[in-house]
């Protein structure tokens, strides 16, 4: 009786194997129509400063970055190195318990690759827009500081010039030891989180310190710095000089205060940089910008202010430069800025990898908004010396990539 009534209740094979496959569908579809719905249908930019940058993102931050931070090596690129080695193991012994139980190959068992991928993809993307990756669709900073939008004057760019050439020359390093990358680091998230949360009114996080990757591991792309969305990690290649390292890990930071364009990156790094109280980030962001505003000279003025420079200040600039050179490999890195600048515009940013080049432009509107001061240049700064060794164009315009 007992074994005619458990073959009454028993559910056929097929109706088993068909109600787990429904279930797998299903599964995958809840995260496929989500993501369809944020591309196809998204919300207005207000709508996700509000709810988003300035509502969940803060809340978000304030949970996971404790968490990561604590760690002393990268969680990122632990997941990132892992995690394709567990999936492929687990599609072999998947391979090989059908195997076991058919006593015989089934096709069924490459299919569970594929399958499930099409599982995992939209989990992990919607891991990124959740965690950071909604930011692209926020506001425009010049929207948000209500900037007066006009175009920036040569005029303007020469005061931030020379306004920037005090910085460099008032907060030089005078001894090794004032080059403390942690403490520099520390002091610019402190600014960022102090200024960021003035402008936005929130009350967000930003991790005191950057990890260091293994030294050439983003160089070699001819990138230097890397955040990563879903652990909320800000990462600098290990082999960038002290002072790029410090600029670097600047705009790494400025993405985790939830800022995606590369541009506004750069700019709140720089506000916050040029603000921090540390000397020596002060020095190592006034560096940075310095660059990015002489490659924006003629090519005589370019060489005239990278001359007139400490000479602390171009060692600097030809150490980066060589690092640069010194991981880099060429085609790698056409490949990779090839390829980031098609998920830019992907992600709403039309001007792709160029939209680097707008940190200068939106550092003068906002000197000229009033966010930001810089010392103005006493008379006798007009007559500098420019009998040091130059710098050739190409290693100073190397030495301002950043990423």
């Known amino acids: 009786m007992e074994e005619e009534h458990s073959e009454e209740t028993a559910v056929p094979q097929p109706r088993r194997s068909l109600r787990r496959h429904g279930l ?50 990268s969680l990122s690129l632990l997941m990132v190195a892992a995690a394709p080695f567990l999936f492929i193991v687990l599609w072999i012994l998947a391979c ?56 920036v004057s040569a005029e303007e760019l020469a005061s931030i010039k020379e306004g920037l050439f005090q910085v460099i020359d ?47 591991l983003l160089l070699m792309n001819g990138t230097s710095g890397v955040c990563a969305p879903f652990t909320l990690e800000p990462h600098v290649d290990g082999g960038l000089p002290d002072t790029w390292f ?22 709140i790094s720089y506000i916050a940089g040029l603000q921090a109280d540390h000397p020596y980030a002060r020095y190592a962001v006034a560096l940075t910008v310095y660059v990015s505003v002489a490659n924006q000279l003629t090519a005589e003025e370019r060489k005239e202010a990278i001359a007139r420079l400490p000479e602390q200040a171009r060692a600097d600039i030809q150490a980066a430069h060589e690092a640069g050179q010194k991981y880099r490999i060429d085609w790698f890195q056409k490949w990779s800025w090839r390829a980031y600048n098609h998920y830019l515009k992907s992600q709403g940013v039309r001007e792709g990898v160029r939209s680097y080049g707008r940190g200068t432009q939106l550092l003068v509107q906002a000197w000229r908004s009033g966010y930001l001061t810089l010392p103005e240049s006493p008379s006798s700064s007009a007559a500098a010396e420019t009998e040091e060794e130059e710098l050739t164009a190409a290693e100073v315009e190397s030495a301002s990539m950043e990423l």
């Open 246 to 267: 410090v600029s670097v890990g600047a705009h790494e930071l400025g993405h985790i205060a939830g800022v995606c364009d590369e541009g506004e990156t750069n700019l």
């Open 24 to 73: 797998f569908i299903l599964m995958s579809l809840v995260l496929w129509v989500p993501l369809g719905l944020w591309y196809f249908f998204q919300p207005a930019p207000a709508v996700v400063e509000k709810l988003y940058s300035c509502g969940f993102y803060p809340v978000m931050a304030k949970l996971i970055i404790p968490v990561t931070s604590s760690f002393p090596f």
């Open 170 to 216: 008032r907060d030089q390093p005078q001894e090794d030891s004032d080059r403390n990358i942690a403490e520099a680091l520390a002091s610019v998230s402190k600014s960022m989180e102090q200024m960021v949360n003035g402008w936005e009114g929130s009350s967000k996080r930003i991790p005191r310190r950057v990890k260091a990757t293994p030294p050439g």
């Open 96 to 151: 090989v318990m059908g195997y076991r139980r058919h006593q015989r190959f089934r096709w069924r068992g490459l299919l569970w690759g594929p399958k499930w991928l099409l599982f995992v993809i939209p989990l992990i993307w919607l891991w990124f827009l959740i965690f950071w990756g909604m930011g692209y669709a926020r506001q425009p900073i010049e929207e948000r500081l209500a900037f007066d939008g006009e175009a």
